[in-house]
Every structure is written in C-alpha cells, then in structure tokens.
C-alpha cells in the first residue's frame, strides 16, 4: 500500500516539475547531489526555485507552492518583502562592504541590545555556526573551564561541537544518561569535553554537571529545540536548568538562533529566564547571512582589543552593512503586534491541522509554539526531546515521503521531516485552506497509520 501510494504521488510530481528534473540531472554533474545544503535535498529530486514573493516560491516549471520553508526558518517576512529590497538598493548602491565600523552596524547592534534582556553587549558573524563557536570561546575564556553540557539531538550549526550528538542513539534506554555519537572526522579527545543530555530533564542536566563538578564552562542549549522537532520547554524546566547553572558555576548560553522570532525579547524573555550569553541568527539577517552572539558585558568583553583575556573575533565579511541593512528592517517590521499576530495565526494553523488529524483518525502529535509547528506521526501521547521525535521520524518515514509528495503536488513547500514555519506574508484565510488540504493528506496516509505500534504509556 505505501509503495503504491508513494509511487502514484511521485508520478505526479514528476508530470508537474519535469523541468526541475532536467537541471536536477545537470546541476549533479558539477555538484554532488546537485545542492550544496544536503538539507533542501529529497527523492527523487527537489524542485528548482526560480522565485520567491510574500509566502510563495516559484520553481522552473512555473508551478507555486506556499512556502512554510521560510528558509529554514529565516525569512521572517517572506520572499522579496519591500521594505527590505528597497533598503538593500539603497545601501547596494553605497558598496557592499567595508573594513571600517559601519552605521547599519550600530544600527541592528542597538535594536537587538535594547530588545533583548539578557544581550548588553553584542557581536556579529556570518552564520549561526560561527555564533556559537564564539559563544563558547568565549565562555570558556571568561571561566577558564573546559566542558560543555548539550542537548542529545539538538542542533546548533555544524562547528565540531555541534556535530556532537547532533545524530543520537535510538536504542538509549529512555532516562539514561546519552553516549557520546561522533560525526566521522570529530576528534575523540574532543568529544570528550562535550556531555549530551536529553531536553527536558533536569535531572540529567544536574547528573551531568556533578560529574563534572567545577569544571563545566557552559551549557549550550536552544530554550525550544527547533531542527530536532520543535518541542517547546516543560513548564519550569528552563527555569531548573538556570538554577543548576548557577549552583554549579557554569554559565548559561541559549542559542536562539530560532526561537528569537518568538518574541521581541526571544523566548528567554517569554520564559522569564536570562542566559548569560545568547546566539542568534536567521531572522536577524533580513534573508541575508548574518549570525550574532551576545549577552552580559562582563563577558563579552574579552573581545575588547585592548582587554588582556582578549579573544580574536574577526571575518571578513561579519557585520557587513549589506546584512546589517536587511536585518535592521526586518525587525523594524516585526515589532510586538506583528509578532503576537504571526504566533496567533501558527496556533490557528497548529489546532486547526489536529483537528483535521483527529477527524480523519491519524496519530499525530503537534509539537511547536507560535509561528512553528511540528508534526509527528506518533501513537504517544507527547514528544518531549529529540529521541521521541527523531525515534518516530526514522521508523516512519514512509508516512513523512508521503505528507510530503502529497503537499508537493498540491502546491504546499514544506521540510520532509514534518515542519511548517510561518511568515508574516500568511493571513487566516490561507492558513485555513491549508488546514483543509491537509485534511485530505491525513485521509490519504491514515491506511499507513494502522501499522504506528501502540506507544502509550
Ligand atoms: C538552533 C540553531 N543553531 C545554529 C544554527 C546554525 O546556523 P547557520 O545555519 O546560520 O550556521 C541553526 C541552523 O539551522 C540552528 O537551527
């Protein structure tokens, strides 16, 4: 049933987009796999986007989709928002980049620091990666310690520390503490400084930080794990990890390289809790590379110049005015009303989307908060960390290929893995449609449901 089903939707699919197929066979010639992101990557080929505007992207056979990509997670404000294109004119007319202090710079440094609590001082870099590299270089010069604590399947860039356990052991019994998954090419001996715990649990968090009592430098952690399925924080568990933090001595870094888009403050703010230091990204950027880390000026201050803990932090392109431009404007239009809209209108999409699974009878659990929602194909009752999510995701991947080419076809653009991210461009009126749609989705898939094991518990 599930070969046919997958096997008629991809007929369809490539009746719809032969020319994506075509460039898709040219592109792989001169670049493996055809994409340099393995993530925008799927079989039997991805559609080639031609054109992005407000929530819809275009691909080489004139076909739309509704964009709930949103470059994973980046494009606040859709494709080719105006106010953003006419300030990157502007500045593209006044060069692109120079090695001086610039006043786009000063400009996002001071929306963010006055917007963000726990941000007093700031720096930027190109990407989220490079973000949290800094954050922990930073955080380990200030406290002279070595390890780390990280979430088991969280993701935060793919710098060496990151590619820790960013795979995660399925077959863990559930409450033990995580063994250590390596990427190939990550040092043992630089494995060792990073200790994995699960989300949600503070117990591990406090097991882990005994273990290693007065040696652990931070703990790096996103307050909602995003890529891992977005699952929101358990009431009070933020709020524990930040007690632990202090107990033990180490600091506190959240990276809300997603979740800032929560909230004016990020959810850190929401939550009532304050990191010592933040990584942000995505959003900030207006659509353009853009990373940042910040937070409590005692701290951040060993990237003074002059100050004798000094740490280089340079790149040739970060805090380029060009991303500077793009991010200050976006955030100039994403202001409280805009954001508390945009998180209504994902609560809609996310109780509308269970209804519709409930009527038709399909296990889903709806993860997320606000504008970002995760489905997860599930007889349990919740998901609460990556294990839960990348567990169900793996043993049921034919239901997800199946969501996926079906929401292909009906002109829907969305991550595989079970994702919808929202942009400003998105009213109520399409976000019902797309409840309807996938009405008809849960209908389609629920024959493949039947086989989900009974996880209840
Ligand atoms: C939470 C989190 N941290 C860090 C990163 C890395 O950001 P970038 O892709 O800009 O390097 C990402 C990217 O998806 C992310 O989701």
Do not use: W
Request: one cysteine or more; a neutral charge.
């Amino acid at each position: 049933m599930s070969a046919s089903l997958y096997e008629d939707l991809k007929r369809e699919y490539a009746e719809k987009t032969p020319k994506s197929a075509a460039h898709y066979e040219a592109a792989r010639r001169v670049i493996p796999g055809g994409e340099s992101r393995i993530l925008v990557t799927y079989a039997p080929y991805a559609i080639t986007v031609t054109r992005g505007a407000g929530c819809k992207v275009f691909d080489l056979d004139g076909n739309e989709y509704v964009d709930y990509i949103n470059n994973y997670m980046s494009l606040i404000h859709g494709h080719a928002f105006p106010p953003i294109a006419e300030a990157l004119k502007t500045q593209l007319d006044k060069g692109t980049v120079y090695a001086a202090p610039t006043l786009p710079q000063y400009d996002l440094a001071k929306i963010l620091t006055e917007r963000i609590p726990a941000i007093e001082r700031i720096k930027f870099c190109n990407s989220g990666t490079e973000a949290v590299m800094y954050a922990i270089r930073a955080a380990r010069a200030h406290n002279r310690k070595k390890y780390v604590i990280r979430i088991d399947g969280g993701y935060n860039g793919t710098c060496d520390f990151a590619a820790i356990n960013m795979a995660i052991d399925l077959r863990r019994a559930p409450g033990s503490l995580p063994a250590r998954v390596l990427e190939p090419g990550v040092p043992e001996e630089l494995a060792q400084l990073v200790i994995p715990v699960a989300f949600n649990d503070p117990a591990q968090m406090e097991a882990a930080l005994k273990q290693h009592r007065g040696e652990v430098s931070a703990i790096v952690m996103e307050p909602m794990l995003g890529s891992a399925g977005f699952i929101p924080p358990k009431p009070g568990y933020l709020q524990a990890v930040r007690a632990l933090a202090d107990q033990y001595g180490a600091l506190l870094i959240f990276d809300e390289i997603v979740s800032y888009r929560l909230g004016e403050g990020g959810l850190a703010a929401l939550e009532g809790v304050e990191p010592d230091l933040m990584t942000l990204g995505k959003i900030v950027g207006g659509g353009l590379p853009i990373g940042a880390y910040g937070g409590r000026e005692d701290i951040m201050k060993c990237f003074l110049p002059a100050h004798d803990a000094m740490l280089s932090a340079s790149g040739t392109f970060s805090g380029n005015p060009m991303s500077m431009t793009a991010g200050a404007t976006a955030l100039r239009h994403y202001r409280k009303p805009e954001t508390d809209r945009l998180n209504r209108l994902g609560d809609r999409l996310r109780q509308g989307l269970r209804q519709a699974a409930k009527k038709a009878d399909v296990p889903v659990v709806f993860t997320g908060s606000g504008s970002f929602i995760g489905y997860h194909f599930t007889r349990k009752e919740q998901v609460e960390n990556a294990t839960d999510s990348m567990k169900t995701l793996a043993e049921q991947m034919p239901i997800y290929d199946c969501v996926h080419m079906a929401a292909l076809v009906r002109g829907y653009y969305l991550m595989k893995k079970g994702r919808f991210i929202l942009s400003t461009p998105m009213d109520e009126a399409l976000v019902d449609q797309t409840v309807r749609d996938f009405a008809e989705i849960f209908a389609l898939v629920k024959p493949l449901c039947a086989a989900l094991p009974d996880e209840r518990g």
